[in-house]
């Protein structure tokens, strides 16, 4: 089995805990407005690479990235591939390597899907924006299945860093930031919940597609933005 990769970051530091080797899947079903990757959208881009290929590359970097960090897979999106995750994370485990995943969660809990949850150390859930409205808006699917996703790692007893892009105008309102807050609450697991300031950087990916940005006409997020939404959220 192969899996499609986009890219390597062999030593990352803020995917997950400690050290980590990240790998980037190709293929990405949603259509983030503001989405840093847009190369890493096409099904078929990329580059196919076997699972012990991978395991190879990673061994070489374990004295670095264990016994406190481990892999993270990122995206894309990570579930679009789990067959092949699931081979990759049993050989993980073999290896005593922690091994975490940053997803959107925006896919039907199959069987597979359980498979692949019950060997994951620690999820980076995205939370593209509580109002549904909003977020059929912003990323083009509506956020049900990423909610009940969250709700399905929380009944299951698996940890969470939750995160949601605080975007001027779009994921600030007030009684939207109130209602994530009652619904990270309503949640086990949970040991981080981050607000990460809209940026721009990724919008020269957009130009070298030869691609409109969507979100050309919205200011970026500063210190204020993110104090009044905290402040908000009733969060240090």
């Given amino acids: 089995m192969k899996g499609r990769i986009h890219s390597f970051e062999t030593l990352g530091a ?39 290929e991978l ?31 699931i081979e990759l994370f049993e050989k993980l ?14 896919v039907i809990i199959t069987e597979e899907i359980k498979k692949l949850i019950d060997l994951t150390d620690l999820f980076l859930l995205d939370i593209k924006c509580i109002n549904d409205d909003i977020c059929k808006d912003l990323i083009g699917v509506s956020n049900i ?25 779009i994921t600030d309102k007030e009684e939207d930031l109130k209602k994530l807050s009652e619904f990270l609450k309503s949640l086990k697991g949970v040991e981080k919940f981050e607000l990460l300031k809209y940026h721009d950087l ?3 990916k957009w130009e070298n597609l030869k691609l409109k940005y969507p979100l050309e006409n ?6 204020n933005d993110l104090k009044r939404a905290k402040e908000i959220m009733n969060i240090d």
């Fill in 145 to 169: 299945k990423e909610l009940e996703f969250a709700k399905f790692l929380s009944d299951n007893d698996k940890k969470m860093w939750i995160r949601q892009v605080l975007v001027p105008g």
């Fill in 55 to 85: 395991i190879n590359k990673i061994l070489k970097y374990k004295n670095y990235i264990t016994p406190n960090g481990g892999v993270t897979i990122s995206g894309g999106e990570p579930l679009l591939q789990v067959k092949f995750l």
């Fill in 218 to 223: 919205y200011p970026t997020a500063n210190n």
């Fill in 93 to 106: 485990k073999k290896e005593g390597i922690h091994t975490c995943i940053d997803t959107s969660g925006n």
């Fill in 14 to 52: 803020v995917d997950g805990p400690g050290i980590r080797f990240i790998i980037f899947m190709q293929g990405c079903h949603l259509k983030c407005k503001y989405c840093q990757n847009r190369d890493t959208w096409d099904m078929f881009g990329g580059t196919e690479y076997e699972c012990d």
């Fill in 202 to 204: 990724g919008k020269f």
